[in-house]
């Protein structure tokens, strides 16, 4: 990947050395020194997977399924008390429900 490519924050090793990146142009490296970094340069991502999906420690948050369909028909009876068309409204409800199957 290349550096502008990354987002602030982000671990990646360049050149041998662990940096984090800082700035839109600057790392700081592992013992505290910033180096300006090209936009160009390229890395090695640390915080990220091989598919380049920024990788994560914690399990992707789930739903609950009978709050979240709770929620949705909270959603569309105020949209329909708002003015909503009701025909469209009501597709919309059966493909967001279909979606859940």
Same mark, same amino acid.
Do not use: W
């Given at each position: 990947?290349? =550096?502008?490519?990354? %987002?602030?924050? !982000?671990?990646?090793? =360049? ?8 700035? !839109? @142009? &600057? *790392? ?8 300006? +970094? $090209?936009?160009? #340069? +390229? @890395?090695? /991502?640390?915080? =990220?997977? %091989?598919?380049?999906?920024? *990788?994560?420690?914690? #399990? /992707?948050?789930? &739903?609950? $399924?009978?709050? !979240?369909?709770? *929620? =949705?028909?909270?959603?569309? $009876?105020?949209?329909?008390? *708002?003015?909503?068309? #009701?025909? &469209? ?7 967001? &429900?279909? #979606? @859940?199957?």
């Amino acid at each position: 990947m290349k =550096f502008h490519e990354i %987002a602030i924050g !982000t671990r990646f090793e =360049f050149e041998g050395e662990t940096y984090t990146k800082s700035d !839109t @142009l &600057l *790392a700081t490296s592992s013992s505290g020194t910033k180096r300006l +970094i $090209r936009r160009s #340069a +390229i @890395l090695k /991502p640390l915080d =990220f997977s %091989a598919d380049g999906c920024k *990788a994560t420690t914690s #399990a /992707p948050a789930t &739903l609950d $399924r009978k709050k !979240t369909l709770q *929620a =949705f028909e909270d959603f569309y $009876r105020s949209s329909l008390d *708002a003015g909503g068309n #009701a025909t &469209l409204m009501e597709v919309a409800r059966r493909r967001f &429900l279909e #979606a @859940l199957e």
